[in-house]
């Protein structure tokens, strides 16, 4: 299949135009109302009826769908493109935007002054001198707003006005810079946090005492992986002795219903990509180069894995295994390339020797690509998976998806040379978590997820948020089922 010319891989002027017009189109609401208006006759007297036996709803982003700020120097490092932000073009924005990097020391300890400040609700960009907001999560708040849960942040702030009749819907912000079992855990405390909330708001609205309080989860993109590692182990790290971790589905006795929505179970081809390249994400953005986007753990267990032959040699069309840091070494990818001392000079200015830079960053890379290894065994590890919870999927099939790329291991030149259905960020396999990718046919589905539902829709990754059906099912899933 070949894939259509994207708004956002294009430089020419006009369709920068044409883009911004439609996404201003998008933040003006445009069949909003209406949508909204035809999904509370259906479900109002279900969304007005409020009992002590009504599941509380995390949502939790993707990569780059929560806000990120410096605590020190008040920028915003991710949410907002004009104004006081991290400017790629500089120095210190580019150092803010990264995570540190140190030699010998566990992706864990290496530490700065961001944090996360709520989910991505929206974006606030300067685009030829006209500030521009744009529609990000909002759908998916708004959604469950229809059905009577009342999200907390933007409810204080006035965002979405709720009325004041409900409070069960809650964001799980993340620095999605980080590694994802870091973030599972940080979900574990949240869970645990909104849980008494929610059982002390029962006992005073219903005189209900210690309820077994359960939550429902809507999780986009990479919120899918965090979600499905916390399910199985709750707030349990990765085995230290390096052994693959044994499902204890702890973070399972919480939940009843997980709903991912575009989640990369398999991974996306695309964040290899990012990683050798860079990225930019939208033709008025800065584009982020590929020694920042390196520093972040999360961007490497969003690899798709070897064994589906993602990534094969241009001579014999050879599986590589990406997730060896030699072969970054031999094809001078990302972190692994000489040339990129340059940017390393900007994130690593205290230290003068280009060897000694060289060395932190394949130090980085190392880590990186080992801890992406362990998650990637801890989470596709077939398990038997409790009656209790139910796990829903939306996917997307009908766009275009890079699947598979190609390295040619005179230049290290890497480019995509298959696409398959999908979103245009993840593919309808990889969602499905389909095992048939390793080449060995079945006519039936082998993924080592029980799915308990799957809806397809015909839109974009973060399109989805926004369809009407993606609304239906989601409340229909939450109120009804």
Known sequence: MSREPSYFRTRQVDRTIQFTIALLLLVAGAGCRG???????????????????????????????????????????WGAFSGQYANQQTHEGIRLFSLPMQLGTPLAE?????????????????????????????????????????????????????????????QFDYDWRRDNVENARRLHEFILQKRAYVTSELQERYGVINQDVKFDIVAHSMGGL???????????????????????????????NA????????????????????????????????????????????????????????????????????????NRWGLANPDADTSLRKLLPENESADRRN????????????????FFEAIDRPAPQPPNLRIHLFAGDAIATAAQGVSDLKTGQFKIVDYQPGDGTVTRASTLMDERLDG????????????????????SHLGMTQDAAFADNVLFLLLEL
Not at 119 to 136: E, F, R, T
Not at 278 to 305: D, H, N, W
Request: proline share 6%; net charge positive.
């Open 259 to 330: 709903i991912l929505v575009g989640t990369p179970n398999a991974g996306a081809i695309d964040s290899l990509e990012y990683l050798i390249n860079g990225r930019s994400f939208a033709p008025f953005i800065p584009k982020y180069s590929s020694v920042a986007l390196g520093t972040m753990p999360a961007i490497y267990q969003l690899l798709p894995r070897p064994r589906h032959r993602a990534v094969v040699t241009q001579r014999d069309a050879e599986p590589i295994d990406f997730l060896d840091v030699n072969v970054w070494k031999e």
């Open 359 to 374: 060395a932190i960053a394949l130090d980085h890379l190392h880590k990186c690509l080992r801890r992406a290894r362990r």
């Open 440 to 459: 060995a046919w079945s006519p039936r589905l082998r993924s080592p997820i029980e799915w308990q539902s799957v809806q397809f829709l015909f839109k």
């Open 35 to 77: 949508r909204s208006s035809e999904l509370s006759r259906i479900y109002n007297r279900a969304a007005t009826h409020h009992d002590a036996f009504r599941n509380p709803v995390i949502v939790i982003p993707g990569i780059m769908g929560s806000k990120l700020t410096d605590s020190e120097t008040k920028t915003i490092v």
């Open 226 to 256: 965090v979600a499905r590692y916390f399910l199985r182990y709750g707030d349990a790290d990765l085995p230290e002795n390096g052994t693959i971790a044994v499902p204890t589905w702890a973070g399972a006795k919480f939940v009843d």
């Open 110 to 170: 290496l530490r700065d002054g961001v944090s996360p400040a709520g989910s991505l609700d929206q974006v606030d960009i300067n685009l030829l001198g006209l500030p521009v907001s744009l529609k990000a999560y909002r759908d998916i708040l708004l959604t469950l707003g229809v059905g009577g849960y009342r999200d907390e942040l933007l409810g204080q702030s006035g965002a979405i006005d709720y009325g004041n009749d409900h409070y069960t819907c809650f």
